[in-house]
C-alpha cells in the first residue's frame, strides 16, 4: 500500500473495475431487493442533494447486494422537457437559428443529438459518486419503451374519463409560453406595492376603495367583494359598481375568504387571473374575463387605449389613467412573494387556458388506503400526515405543456374540433371511421412528471408482463427529498395502484434538504451552493468565484456573491475524496431533518479515512512474513478476545440500523468500531503483546486476529465508504486467504454469538478505564510521556484486584507503568488521583516534578483566569448590555463565563495538590 491515501489516484480506476466485471447486476441467490432512482434530470449536474440522496441509496443497495439479496439498483434519467427544449433552443440562437425556422421533427432531431452528445453528464457524476446502479438497464424517460408506456397510460384514462380537456387557471410562463408545474415556481418576497383604488358604485351614491397589488388585472374584474360579517359593508353587498376605466358593471359580493384586516377590506375579484378568486368566481358564477395574451401583453378585448401593451407597461398607464380621474387614493410600499419561473426567471400569470387535465380524485382514494392500511409506510412516520393532507384537498392535475420536446399528446381533431385518442393516426381513423377527413395531432406534450409517475413499472418493462417486472415489484424503498412527495410520490402511488394493481414501493424514506453551514436553503442568488464534485475533486478560488458567479444578469448581485465566496473560502476547497463526502452524508442522515453542511465535517471525516488507511498499513507491516492462514494452535489473548467481541457487537448495531433506514446510527457505530476500539485501543494493545514476552502462540493470534477483524470492519464499512474500503481490501484479504472480483460481492459481516466474550469486554472495559485515569493524571500533572510511573490501587472490590492482576502486563505497556501494587493499609502517599468505579488510581508525586515551579505557573494562570472572570462578570451584570445585546451574544458571554470559573476551579485543585509535596 501507498504511504499515504490518495482517493484521486483509487476512485475513478475502481468504478471502472467494477463497471467491467458487472458487479453492479442482480446476481444474489437472496431475495430480490429493488431501489428505483429518483431520474435526475439529462440536462443537469448534481447537487449537494443529489450527492446526499445517492450516498443513503447507494449504502442500501451496497448492504442489501452483499447480504446476498438479488439486488438491482435501477438507473435511469429523466427529459426534463422544459430544461432541455430551452437549452437546445439557447444553442440553436447562438448559431442564428430558431426552432420555428426548423420545424418541430427537425427541431426534436436536434434535442437527440444533443442529449447523444453531451446527456451524459449526470452519468459520469454518478459514477464519481460511487452509486453502484446496473448501468446495463439504464433507462430514459423517452426510451421506446417508456414512450410505449405512457402513451398506454393515456389512452387508458382518457377511455375511463380520468383524462379530459378543459379550461382552468395554470401557471403560465410567458416567456417560455407554456403551463409549469409547481414546482417549477420559485416564490421569492420581493419589494413592491400596494395599490388602493376607488371604485363608484353604479348608482352614484358613493364608491368603495379596493387594495391591489396587481392594477392592471382591473381591467378583468368581475366583482368586488367583503367579508359577510363586516359591519363597514353591510350595505353594500348586492348593489353593483362601474368598473373605472372600462365601464363594465360588476356586482359587490360577500365571501368568506375576504380578510378583513388587509388593506381596506373590500377586494376585486379577477377570477381569470388569480387562483383565490378562480375558485371565488366559481362559487359565485362570476364571469371569466382573460385580458392577457400568451406573452403577457393585454388582449385585444380590453379597452383600445391599453391593446398590445406589456402587462408591466399597462399597470403603469392605469395608474396614472386613474390619478388623472382622481381615482387613485393611495400607493403603499409593500414586500410580497412574486412567482417566478425557476427556469426563464420569468413573473408568471395564473392564465385561463384550454388543457389536458387528469381527474384525481377516484385516484387518490386507494393511494390513501394503501398508507392507511401500511402497504406503505413513510419514514419518518410523521411524514404520512402531510401526505394525507394534500391526497385528501387533490385539485385534477395539469398534465399538458406547450412544447415540442416530451411525450406529443396521442390526440388528433377533426375540423369541427372534435377530439379522438389512439395510438396514432391510422388507429384513430379506423377506431373512429373517419375515412379521409383531416385530422391535426395535438401539439402539446406531457408534463415530465406524468412519465416520472411510471417510473417504477414502466423501467421494468410494463406494459408487457417481463421477468423483471414480476421479480422486482413492488420495489423495497423509495429514498427521496419531502418537496417532491406530492408531485412524484404521490402521483407514482395513484399511477402504479391502477395500473398494477400492487404499491410501487413499500417504503418511503424522507430525507431533508442540505443547507449550508448556517442552515440557509442553497440557491444560486444567495450564492452559497456547492458542487459534491468540488468537494472530492478540490476547486481553487478563482474557477469557484467563477463557477459562482457566471451567466448572472445582475451585476451588483454577482459582485456580493464573490466577495462573500472570497471570504468563506481564501484558499479554494481542498480536495476531500469521495468517502469523506459520503461519510459526511451518512453521519448527518437523520431522518426527515435539514442538514447543515459544514466542510469541517467533511475534514474531520477525511481524517478517519486516513486513519483507516494507516492503520492498514501499520497491520500489514507487522504481519509481514507471517503466514496468517494458519488457525491451529492459537492463543488467543485477551485483546484479541475483546475485539472480536465488540466486532459482533458493531455487526449487530449496523444490521438494525440498515433495517431501521438509520444510516447515521450505522456511519456512528463504525466511526466508533474502527477509530476507537480498533485503531485506539486495539492496535495499541497488539503492540502490547507482538513487542512484549508473549508466547508465539499468543503472538500468531494476534497477527491474525488483526487482519481478520481489518477485513471484517472493512466489510461492515463497504456500503458507505466503497473505495478505500475495496482498496485495502484487495491486500489484506488475501493474507487470511480471503478475497475475489471486489468487495462489494463479498459477504456481509454477521454477528455470531459464540464470540461475544463478556469477561473479555468487562476485562478491557476495566483497563480502558484504568489507563485513561493514570494519563489524566500524567496529562494534569504535565508529567512527560516518557516518564515511568508508580501506580497504586487502592479500595475498590475483589473484582478490581482480579482484572489488576488479568491486565498488569498490557497496563503497565499502556500506561507506562513501572511498578503496579495495591495500597498497603498503613500508607498514606502524596498522589494524584483518578477514580474508577469505587477504586482509587494514585499517582505518587515525590521526584516527578518540579512542585515549586508547577505551582507558580499555574498560580499565574489563575491570576489571569480571575481577571477575565471579573471583567465578563462584571459585563453580565451591567443591565444595558443583557437588555440590548443580541441574545446570542449575552449567551456567548454567559458560556465563556461558566468555562472561566471550571477552569480556575480545576487549577486550584491542582495547586492545593502540589502544595502537599
Known sequence: MDKAFDPAQIEKDRYAQWEAQGCFKPSGSGDPYCIMIPPPNVTGSLHMGHAFNNTIMDS?????????????????????????????????????????????????????????????????QLRRLGSSVDWSRERFTMDDDLSRAVQEVFIQLHSEGLIYRGKRLVNWDPVLKTAV?????????????????????????????????????????????????????????????????VGREIPIIADDYV??????????????????????????????????????????????????????????????????????????????????????????????????????????????????????????KQWENTYFA????????????????????????????????????????????????????DNDVLDTWFSSALWTFSTLGWPDETPELAKFHPTDVLVTGFDIIFFWVARMIMMTLKFRGEVPFKKVYVHGLVRDGEGKKMSKSKGNVLDPIDVIDGIDLETLVSKRTGNMMQPQLAKRIEKATRKEFPDGIDAFGTDALRFTFAAMATTGRDINFNLERVAGYRNFCNKLWNAARFVLMNVEGHDLTVTDGLTPGLADRWIVSQLQAAEAEVHRSFADLRIDRAAQTLYEFI????????????????????????????????????????????PIMPFITEEIWQTVAPRVNLGGASISQAPYPAPE???????????????????????????????????????????????????????????????GVDNLRWLDDDEAPVASMGVVGDMEVLVPMAGLIDAGAEIARLTKEADRLRGDIKRTAGKLGNAGFVDKAPAEVVDKERAKLADAEATLERLETQIVKLNTL
Not at 473479555?760 to 494519563?775: F, G
Request: glycine fraction near 8%.
Open 60 to 124: 442500501l443497495v451496497r448492504y442489501h447486494r452483499m447480504k446476498g439479496h438479488d439486488t438491482l439498483w435501477q438507473v435511469g434519467t429523466d427529459h426534463a422537457g422544459i430544461a432541455t427544449q430551452m437549452l437546445v433552443e439557447r444553442k440553436l440562437e447562438a448559431e442564428g437559428v430558431k426552432r420555428q425556422d426548423l420545424g418541430r421533427d427537425a427541431f426534436i432531431g436536434k434535442v437527440w443529438e444533443w442529449k447523444t452528445e453531451s446527456g451524459g453528464n449526470i452519468t459520469g
Open 181 to 245: 408545474s409547481d414546482l417549477e415556481v420559485e416564490n421569492e418576497e420581493e419589494n413592491g406595492h400596494i395599490w388602493s383604488l376607488r371604485y363608484p358604485l353604479s348608482d352614484g351614491s358613493g364608491s368603495l376603495v379596493v387594495a391591489t397589488t396587481r392594477p392592471e388585472t382591473m381591467l378583468g374584474d368581475s366583482a368586488v367583494a367583503v367579508h359577510p360579517e363586516d359591519p363597514r359593508y353591510a350595505g353594500f353587498i348586492g348593489k353593483t359598481i362601474t368598473l373605472p376605466l
Open 259 to 380: 380578510d378583513p384586516e388587509f388593506g381596506t377590506g373590500c377586494v376585486k375579484i379577477t377570477p381569470a387571473h388569480d387562483f383565490n378568486d378562480y375558485e371565488m368566481g366559481k362559487r359565485h358564477d362570476l364571469a371569466l374575463i382573460n385580458i392577457l395574451t400568451r406573452t403577457a401583453t393585454i388582449t385585444d378585448d380590453a379597452p383600445e387605449a391599453y391593446r398590445g401593451m406589456d402587462r408591466f407597461d399597462a399597470r403603469k398607464q392605469i395608474v396614472k389613467d386613474l390619478d388623472a380621474l382622481g381615482l387613485l387614493v393611495e400607493v403603499k410600499d409593500h414586500r410580497l412573494p412574486v412567482p417566478r419561473g425557476d427556469r426563464s426567471g420569468a413573473i408568471l400569470e395564473p392564465y385561463l387556458t384550454d388543457q389536458w387535465y387528469v381527474a384525481v380524485k377516484e385516484l387518490a382514494k386507494p393511494a390513501i388506503e394503501a398508507v392507511e392500511n401500511g402497504d406503505i409506510e413513510f419514514v419518518p
Open 390 to 441: 394534500w391526497m385528501r384537498d387533490l385539485q385534477d392535475w395539469c398534465i399538458s405543456r406547450q412544447l415540442w420536446w416530451g411525450h406529443r399528446i396521442p390526440a388528433w381533431y377533426d375540423d369541427q374540433g372534435r377530439v379522438y385518442v389512439g395510438r396514432d393516426e391510422a388507429e384513430v381513423r379506423a377506431n373512429n371511421n373517419l375515412g379521409d377527413i383531416e385530422l391535426t395531432q
Open 675 to 718: 477509530w476507537h476500539q480498533y485503531c485506539d485501543w486495539y492496535l495499541e494493545l497488539a503492540k502490547a503483546v507482538l513487542q512484549g514476552d508473549a508466547d508465539e502462540a499468543t503472538k500468531a493470534a494476534t497477527r491474525r486476529t488483526l487482519v481478520t477483524v481489518l477485513e471484517a470492519a472493512l466489510r461492515l464499512a463497504h
Open 753 to 815: 454469538a459464540d464470540k461475544i466474550d463478556a469477561e473479555a469486554d468487562t476485562a478491557i472495559a476495566w483497563l480502558k478505564d484504568t489507563v485513561v485515569a493514570v494519563r489524566t493524571v500524567r496529562g494534569e500533572m504535565n508529567i512527560p510521556p516518557s516518564k515511568k510511573l508508580d501506580v497504586i490501587l487502592n479500595a475498590g472490590h475483589d473484582s478490581d484486584r482480579a482484572l489488576s492482576a488479568t491486565c498488569d502486563g498490557l497496563l503497565k505497556r499502556l500506561a
